[in-house]
């Protein structure tokens, strides 16, 4: 144990000491007693304390002049606040650090680098007494500085390390969070720098920070220091783990996507006012994940140990925010920082709020979605802090990147656009806290929008957030969760984009009734499967250096597919897990394949590609079986290597029996054995022919799911895809509903599954009627209407009881 009256090392420091070393040295010493004897790696350090801090103010004579620098502060005024937080921050500067605090820190110094080496980097972070709390982060108001060696550049650290509690961004979060500036002491932490400048470094959240999905682990990564990623200076990699599976030792990353990493942050020449600098990124590094699978599976178990940690200690789970760093010399992955999450982690779980925008506009930005929501306004530009005070609340705040600087306008806006940034950067994190919609990384945003400009900013669709032009329509759907009764039918979702995935399982539900594969195939791997396993017959170079691009970085350019297409795949499952969910075969028309980069190479030419050669009759053929059997190899690497069991592979427009067959025998070979490792496997029920003969198809299949919209078609020999006789197509056609009333009766006759997806039950509530009269199992609906189905199926079997008791 140490005897020095203002320094504490990281193994005599808990959680309760936050009051002696603020929250960050808190949480750092917590973990380096507890969780490295577990495995996980924190570089060694100390804490100077809190006391030291007051021993500044106090042996300096300053604090009178401190409260004379604050006194009148208007907030709202940007020039009044930068002129008292840089009076206040030269007075403290000014102190420099007193004889005695400066003997221990010296003493500590050393026996970092007896430990370390000679002359040791260290990091010198500030560590807020009132940081880190569960309803407030206070997260970048105070500096930290990197790359610091020397007796000389430390003391100077340390100094302005303290100063730091009064920049203009904490002065200003401080009011807003209502807490006494005189009550807030600052610590230093005072640890080893992790070479993360010859390596990369990243943030950890164990939630998805957009929706608050709790069963994911969202790492954040990037070349170089970390600084680049937190204040949105780089667009950074992304990974989710999935952490039920993880922690049953299965390779669960269920999402990868690629940032552009332009630039990194490494050490500067040495000198105090250039510790730190960016260099450009090679682009072959650029175009490559920063981290491997191994190390991103590493991070994700080193997270649910921090988390682990802190909910048995808090008897209820604590969602984390963890900062990481890889070590460039070693190869070793250390955690440096970690704290509270406190956005989604204080969100009401009673009420579900979602967004719907109504019309669409020309579009001017694309890029990271913030927040879930839509929001409209006039644009304004800002070039760089100077014009902030140009600013008008209610404004839509667009800039390059934004800093904590910037705070006290960021809370007057609409919605931030940024061209920079990931959705762990400074603007996401405000942005969330705040409550407001942003899109961050859109490259071009401040040349696309013009100050004065009417814009939509809708993040309400997934990842992608959107810019449009003008004010665009749009309304919000409150649903409480609370006392909410569930049918006996059950009320599933389709579903094709991963990105909805996190979202829309926060709507109740029983799980996917249809997620449709070709949904991913075309916004996320774009090519044309058979062009990657037959790259030779692709003959048209632009073609080929189209697809090159998007396959740059793997070995074999099947492994894109499979990789990109379990990815989406598995990240459905993974939202709605253990719930089934359902997922079809792809279902592409010829004419659909042929748009798919390199898909003119193999695909024919038809004229009714609606009833020509497309579902099952694709997978044995020698056309396509190469291109099937990839998607099979995804779904396998799913259930398998995911660990989502839940999975429910369906096969569509299955034209016979002895078809089914031959398509049951490729997924055989194909390592997808139905009833092997539970897997079920269905069929869509959308042809004639599979209602005519259901008892033999269910020898076959263990589920059926009625395609409403095919199965109308063929019943009354109407194109759903022709304007000319749209008048004539309708599902509740009696012979359609004669056609749907024998595919559920042979279901339950068969003991197999019955279900219905297609948006008849959404229109015509008698047709939901039928179903549920007629026993049906479950209903597949898009998700605007789950909840309005949910609660006409709650009615509906109230009515039915009564009817059936009286």
Not at 95 to 117: F, H, N, Q, T
Not at 270 to 299: A, H, M, Q, Y
Request: net charge negative.
């Amino acid at each position: 144990m140490s005897t020095a009256q203002y320094i504490r090392w990281f193994e005599e420091i808990r959680n309760e000491d936050v009051d002696s070393v603020g929250g960050k040295n808190a949480s750092l010493g917590e973990m380096y007693q507890d969780l490295t004897k577990e495995g996980v790696r924190i570089p060694n350090g100390f804490a100077i304390t809190s006391d030291a801090y007051w021993h500044v103010l106090k042996s300096s004579g300053i604090i009178d002049g401190i409260k004379d620098a604050l006194a009148g502060l208007d907030k709202t005024s940007i020039a009044d606040l930068a002129i008292r937080g840089k009076k206040v921050r030269d007075l403290i500067i000014g102190a420099g650090i007193p004889d005695d605090i400066w003997s221990e820190v010296r003493s500590a110094y050393d026996r970092l680098c007896e430990e370390y080496g000679p002359d040791t980097d260290v990091a010198v972070r500030s560590s807020a007494t009132a940081e880190d709390l569960p309803t407030a982060s206070f997260a970048g108001q105070q500096e930290t500085y990197l790359n610091i060696r020397g007796y000389l550049a430390l003391r100077e650290a340390c100094s302005k390390c303290f100063a730091s509690l009064f920049t203009d961004r904490a002065i200003s979060y401080r009011i807003d969070q209502d807490f006494d500036h005189f009550k807030v002491a600052l610590s230093i932490g005072v640890m080893k720098m992790v070479r993360s400048d010859l390596a990369s470094s990243g943030v950890i959240f164990t939630l998805d920070t957009e929706t608050g999905f709790r069963d994911v682990v969202f790492i954040t990564g990037s070349y170089g220091l970390g600084e680049n990623i937190v204040q949105g200076v780089v667009n950074p990699d992304e990974f989710y783990v999935f952490k039920p599976t993880t922690r049953t030792g299965h390779n669960a990353i269920v999402r990868k996507n690629l940032g552009d990493k332009k630039i990194k942050m490494v050490y500067g020449q040495g000198t105090s006012k250039d510790l730190t600098r960016n260099v450009e990124v090679p682009e072959s590094d650029s175009r490559r994940f920063c981290i491997t699978d191994d190390e991103i599976l590493v991070l994700a178990r080193y997270a649910l140990q921090i988390e682990d940690h802190y909910s048995q200690k808090a008897h209820q789970p604590v969602p984390m925010d963890i900062e990481w760093a890889k070590d460039g010399i070693t190869g070793e992955l250390f955690i440096v920082q970690a704290r509270p999450e406190t956005v989604h982690s204080q969100d009401a779980r009673d009420v579900l709020l979602t967004y719907y925008l109504e019309e669409r506009g020309p579009v001017l930005a694309k890029g990271r979605s913030v927040g879930e929501k839509i929001a409209s306004g006039r644009a304004r530009v800002i070039a760089d802090v100077s014009r902030l005070h140009e600013f008008m609340p209610g404004e839509i705040l667009v800039s390059d990147t934004t800093n904590p600087d910037w705070e006290p306008v960021m809370k007057t806006a609409a919605a931030i656009v940024t061209n920079r940034g990931g959705r762990t950067c400074h603007a996401a994190i405000v942005s969330r806290e705040l409550g407001l919609p942003a899109v961050v990384g859109t490259n071009d945003a401040t040349e696309k929008i013009r100050t004065g400009q009417d814009v939509t900013v809708n993040c309400a669709e997934g990842d992608e957030g959107v810019v449009y032009e003008g004010i665009l329509s749009f309304h919000v759907e409150k649903i409480s969760l609370t006392g909410l009764r569930r049918p006996k039918t059950e009320i599933m979702m389709n579903l094709g984009e991963p990105d909805e995935a996190f979202s829309f399982s926060m709507i109740p539900n029983d799980g996917i009734g249809l997620a449709r594969m070709e949904f991913v195939i075309s916004n996320y791997i774009k090519i044309h499967p058979m062009a990657l396993v037959h790259p030779e017959k692709v003959t048209d170079e632009r073609v080929k250096a189209q697809i090159g691009a998007l396959t740059y970085g793997y070995d074999k350019q099947e492994e894109y597919f499979i990789e990109k297409l379990s990815q989406g795949i598995g990240t459905i499952a993974a939202a709605f897990y253990p719930k089934p969910v359902v997922v079809r075969m792809s279902d592409f028309k010829t004419n659909e394949y042929a748009n798919l980069l390199g898909g003119s190479f193999f695909e024919p030419q038809e004229a009714n590609p609606m009833l020509g050669f497309r579902g099952a009759s694709r997978y044995y053929d020698e056309r396509y079986r190469e291109g099937f059997a990839l998607e099979c190899r995804a779904m396998k690497r799913v259930r398998d290597d995911m660990g989502l069991g839940n999975l429910i592979i369906m096969i569509p427009f299955c034209r016979r029996v002895d078809e089914a067959e031959k398509v049951l025998a490729e997924m055989a070979q194909n390592g997808l054995v139905r009833g092997e490792n539970g897997l079920e496997i269905y069929v869509m029920c959308e042809i004639p022919n599979n209602i005519l003969l259901i008892d033999e198809f269910s020898r076959l299949f263990d589920g059926f799911s009625i395609g409403s919209n095919d199965l109308t078609q063929l019943t009354l020999g109407v194109d759903r895809d022709s304007g000319l006789v749209a008048h004539d197509f309708d599902e509740r056609d009696p012979g359609v509903m004669k056609f749907v009333s024998m595919a559920i009766q042979g279901a339950r006759r068969n003991g197999r599954h019955s279900g219905l997806c297609g948006q008849a039950p959404s229109d015509y509530p008698e047709f939901a009627e039928f179903l549920v009269r007629e026993g049906i199992e479950s209903i597949s609906l898009n998700p605007d209407s789950v909840m309005k189905i949910t609660r006409n199926v709650v009615e509906m079997e109230e009515r039915l009881d009564r009817e059936r008791t009286e």
